[in-house]
């Protein structure tokens, strides 16, 4: 028989760098018998994976769709392929409409993520994408409360979805091979001999603290979405700053480690699923990350200016305008405006101490 299998996240478990591989690769997956549709994907590497596949837009949401399910359905059959594998955290909120769309043999795979890493990524990608200003917020409802924003809950509740779904746990200690990608593929019992080299590159780079500081500054100019973008792409680069750091204060920590434990032992006795308790165990004895405040001095500040003005002078140039601009406009960091306003000074000195290039007619030569 042939086999279906729908990856529906949870988000903040790594699906963007599945879905780059998968999209990277879809001709290596079709000779290994694996049909996966190919979508489009951002600068970052980042999309919406195959919801198009099995849905349809309403507004700004998808929705199940019959005519996308059977469009589907029609090529996966038309490819020759023995296995259909789709990937979408968009999938999660109309999971048990889309089970009733698909054959009764489908199979969905869900990843759950520890909740605390999940609600300090959470509060990382507001600040990296939403603009958000504000403090890190050690509580379980901040930024959409965690595990996966009561969606997980919804399609729990089905019994059609719960009696085809695998449950696995987020965390690398327990993965089937090297990484998520050989967990989800031994998960989805896909052979993968033929497959090769199955490493997973990074995508949508976490900030380090100081780069994720200065990008929550600076949410509050209006920069617009080509030159959020572009900071956006040059603090992934910024090397500033601890890389492996946590927002939340050990006593936080300590308190929210209980609740998440809790949630997690009444999630798996309300719905009779045992596939979490290996991480509920380590996650009990896992050491907390080293806690760094968000506080910056005036020369780590100027440290990560200067990072900017390096790897993009036009950007530094059009941020020290918008500051001068906007003199009202109050700084997390007021030290920001004189750090891009000797950033950008120093870019003019340099280019106007480039020497021009001469050029000669024909006739002089």
Request: glycine share 6%.
């Amino acid at each position: 028989m042939k086999s279906i299998v729908v990856h529906a996240g949870l988000p903040k478990t790594g699906t963007s760098a599945v879905q780059a591989f998968f999209h990277t690769n879809t001709e290596k997956l079709a000779r290994a018998g694996i049909f996966y549709p190919r979508h489009s994907v951002d600068k970052n590497g980042i999309s919406a994976g195959n919801a198009g596949s099995l849905m349809e837009r309403s507004g700004h949401l998808f929705v199940a769709s019959a005519r996308e399910v059977t469009r589907t359905l029609g090529e996966f059959e038309a490819s020759g392929c023995h296995t259909l594998l789709l990937s979408s955290e968009a999938f999660l909120p109309e999971l048990p409409g889309i089970t009733e769309l698909l054959p009764p043999h489908a199979r969905f795979v869900l990843y759950v993520r520890d909740p605390l890493a999940f609600l300090e990524s959470d509060y990382n990608q507001r600040v990296k994408r939403l603009g958000h200003v504000d403090p890190f917020e050690a509580s379980p409802d901040a930024y959409g409360g965690w595990l996966g924003h009561q969606h997980l809950y919804n399609a729990l509740d089905s019994e059609a979805v719960r009696s085809r779904l695998v449950l696995r746990p987020y965390l690398p200690e327990l993965f089937v091979g090297d990484n998520l990608l050989t967990d989800l593929l031994h998960t989805a019992g896909i052979d993968t001999a033929g497959l090769g080299d199955l490493s997973l590159r990074q995508v949508n780079l976490s900030y380090s603290l100081h780069a994720l500081e200065i990008k929550r500054a600076l949410n509050v100019l209006p920069l617009g979405p080509q030159l959020q973008e572009r900071l956006d792409v040059h603090l992934q680069s910024c090397p500033l700053g601890p890389t492996s750091y946590t927002l939340m204060p050990p006593a936080d920590h300590e308190r929210l480690r209980k609740v998440a434990d809790d949630e997690l032992r009444a999630l798996a006795l309300r719905y009779d699923i045992d596939s979490l308790e290996p991480m509920r165990e380590l996650l009990r004895r896992k050491p907390q990350k080293p806690f760094h405040p968000q506080q910056l001095t005036d020369d780590e500040v100027d440290a990560v200016v200067r990072h900017i003005a390096t790897v993009g002078k036009r950007l530094t140039r059009r941020i020290a305008q918008t500051l001068h601009e906007h003199p009202e406009i109050e700084l997390v960091y007021p030290s920001l405006r004189d750090s891009f306003a000797r950033a950008a000074a120093a870019l003019d000195t340099e280019a106007s101490a480039r020497p021009k290039r001469r050029w000669l007619s024909r006739r002089s030569r």
